[in-house]
């Protein structure tokens, strides 16, 4: 199966910037689209960003503006540029195989996610 490792969270001021990355294992993910997605306490997870495997985007209305998505398919990796950003970004961040159109999340297993709090 797949295996996804995501890094780059941590405790940011609100207005500062975080880089998130999500190394994905095999040969495949370049066939792959591939989402962003988070969960806050007591809340369901939600798809933030997408982007095919040829790279078109889209972005949840909250985040359009401040966070950018993309890949690096040489590298097997995905990124979230966060910018602007605001205490209500704090979630817990994954990536994910999505289906692009639904932004539904492909398979079952998730990464351990990465931990994004903006507080002053």
């Known amino acids: 199966q797949v295996q996804l490792v995501e890094s780059g969270g941590g405790l940011v001021q609100p207005g500062g910037s975080l880089r998130l990355s999500c190394a994905v294992s095999?040969?495949?993910?370049?066939?792959?689209?591939m989402g962003w997605y988070r969960q806050a306490p007591g809340k369901q997870r939600e798809l933030v960003a997408g982007?095919?495997?040829?790279?078109?985007?889209k972005y949840a209305d909250s985040v359009n503006g401040r966070f950018t998505i993309s890949r690096d398919n040489a590298k097997n990796t995905a990124y979230l540029q966060m910018n602007s950003l605001k205490p209500e970004d704090t979630a817990v961040y994954y990536c994910?195989?999505?289906?692009?159109?639904?932004?539904?999340?492909?398979?079952?297993?998730w990464g351990q996610g990465t931990q994004v709090t903006v507080s002053s």
């Open positions: 095999g040969n495949i993910f370049r066939l792959y689209d």
């Open positions: 982007i095919t495997s040829g790279g078109r985007r």
């Open positions: 994910h195989p999505v289906d692009f159109y639904s932004g539904s999340p492909l398979g079952d297993y």
